[in-house]
C-alpha cells in the first residue's frame, strides 16, 4: 500500500520560510517523479512544483520561482519543498504526489499524471 504523509505546516508571517516534508511508502520512491501542489479556500487545486526521479529536473509555478525549492532523498524516500520569501497568497493545503509513470522523462504538472496523494497539510500566511 503506497503511503504518502506529509509535515512541516503551520501559521507564519508574510516573509517567513517553512519546510514541507513528504515521506513515502510502498512503493520505489526513488523511481517516480513527484509533486507538490496546493489547493487554497475556495480555488482549485494547482501544481507549485515537481521534481524528476532522480533530481536532475525540477519544474516550478511562475509565481513561486525564486522563492520554492523542491528538493528528494532518495536515500529516505522523501521529498522536500523548501519555501521562502512567503506571502499571505500561498496560504493553502499543500499536497504531494507521486507521479504514475516509472522512470518517467522529465517533470508534469497535470495532475492527471499523479496516481497517489498525501492527505495534505495546511501552509497559512499572516500579513
Known amino acids: 500500500q503506497v503511503q504518502l504523509v506529509e509535515s512541516g505546516g503551520g501559521l507564519v508571517q508574510a516573509g517567513d520560510s517553512l519546510r514541507l516534508s513528504c515521506a513515502a511508502s510502498?512503493?520505489?520512491?526513488?523511481?517516480?517523479?513527484m509533486g507538490w501542489f496546493r489547493q487554497a479556500p475556495g480555488k482549485e487545486r494547482e501544481f507549485v512544483a515537481a521534481i524528476s526521479w532522480n533530481g536532475r529536473s525540477t519544474y516550478y509555478l511562475d509565481s513561486v520561482k525564486g522563492r520554492f525549492t523542491i528538493s528528494r532523498e532518495n536515500a529516505k524516500n522523501t521529498v522536500y519543498l523548501q519555501m521562502s520569501s512567503l506571502k499571505p497568497e500561498d496560504t493553502a493545503v499543500y499536497y504531494c504526489?507521486?507521479?504514475?509513470?516509472?522512470?518517467?522523462?522529465?517533470?508534469?504538472?497535470?495532475?492527471?499524471?499523479?496516481?497517489?496523494w498525501g492527505q495534505g497539510t495546511q501552509v497559512t500566511v499572516s500579513s
Open positions: 510502498g512503493r520505489t520512491f526513488s523511481s517516480y517523479a
Open positions: 504526489a507521486s507521479d504514475r509513470i516509472l522512470y518517467g522523462l522529465g517533470v508534469r504538472r497535470d495532475q492527471g499524471a499523479y496516481d497517489y
